[in-house]
């Protein structure tokens, strides 16, 4: 009787225990997609909506005072060409032709420093309290902040400044180019700071 009874409990044993590690692997694999895949954004409107309070408004003004920051040396550049233009009996004129390409490329190492500097902001931005992080959390770095100013500039161009209008329909209140890279702009008055771990030295 036992040697007849032990092969089926052995069997119901093994497809018990069969079924509870598919069920472990199973919720092992759903726990991988949820928390080892892509990472949650880390802020949320719902919860924190002081984080994203005025931020389209702000948002204009700072991008205002940076136009006027990117102008100055242009338009300090512009005068000593003309000036030694007239010194040089016309040949320095020449050197105009550099300021188109020497604008670019000012804009983008302004936005690329200031967004991936310490603050994650520009200097507009750092005056109207805002502050670049990427959706789960993380501070901007160099190439992100030249692509941001990059692709803003590129979706206003080809798809008119009407394109803006995507931020009203927003909880965090994210612009066509935010969204594309990852991005999103909050109060940096009202963030909590991230912990940073204590040193052992």
Same mark, same amino acid.
């Given at each position: 009787?036992?040697?007849?009874?032990?092969?089926?409990?052995?069997?119901? $044993?093994?497809?018990?225990?069969? $079924?509870?590690?598919?069920?472990?692997?199973?919720?092992?694999?759903?726990?991988?997609?949820?928390?080892?895949?892509?990472?949650?954004?880390?802020?949320?409107?719902?919860?924190?909506?002081? @984080?994203? #309070?005025?931020? /389209?408004?702000?948002?204009? *003004?700072?991008? @205002?005072?940076?136009?006027?920051? /990117?102008?100055? =040396?242009?338009? @300090? $550049?512009?005068? *000593?060409?003309?000036? *030694?233009?007239?010194?040089?009996?016309?040949?320095?004129?020449?050197?105009?032709?550099?300021?188109?390409?020497?604008?670019?490329?000012? $804009?983008?190492?302004?936005?690329?420093?200031?967004?991936?500097? =310490?603050? !994650?902001?520009?200097?507009?931005?750092? +005056?109207?309290?805002?502050?670049?992080?990427?959706?789960?959390?993380?501070?901007?770095?160099?190439?992100?902040?030249?692509?941001?100013?990059?692709?803003?500039?590129?979706?206003?161009?080809?798809?008119?400044?009407?394109? +803006?209008?995507?931020?009203?329909?927003?909880?965090? #209140?994210? +612009?066509?180019?935010?969204?594309? @890279?990852?991005?999103?702009?909050?109060?940096? !008055?009202? #963030?909590?700071?991230?912990?940073? =771990?204590?040193?052992?030295?």
């Amino acid at each position: 009787m036992s040697y007849s009874g032990s092969p089926n409990g052995s069997r119901g $044993a093994s497809s018990a225990g069969g $079924a509870s590690s598919a069920g472990g692997a199973s919720s092992a694999g759903d726990a991988w997609r949820s928390e080892g895949g892509i990472p949650p954004h880390a802020f949320d409107p719902d919860l924190e909506p002081e @984080l994203f #309070r005025g931020v /389209l408004t702000r948002r204009v *003004f700072a991008c @205002l005072i940076d136009l006027v920051v /990117l102008a100055v =040396p242009v338009i @300090l $550049a512009c005068i *000593f060409i003309a000036i *030694f233009g007239v010194v040089t009996l016309g040949l320095g004129w020449a050197l105009f032709w550099l300021v188109s390409p020497a604008s670019i490329l000012w $804009a983008l190492v302004y936005y690329g420093s200031s967004l991936g500097g =310490p603050h !994650s902001a520009t200097l507009g931005m750092r +005056l109207m309290d805002l502050e670049l992080r990427t959706w789960y959390g993380a501070p901007g770095y160099f190439v992100l902040g030249a692509a941001h100013a990059l692709v803003f500039w590129m979706s206003i161009s080809f798809l008119t400044p009407l394109v +803006l209008l995507v931020g009203l329909f927003n909880g965090r #209140r994210r +612009l066509l180019h935010d969204i594309l @890279l990852g991005t999103v702009v909050i109060n940096s !008055s009202v #963030r909590v700071a991230v912990p940073q =771990p204590a040193r052992t030295w």
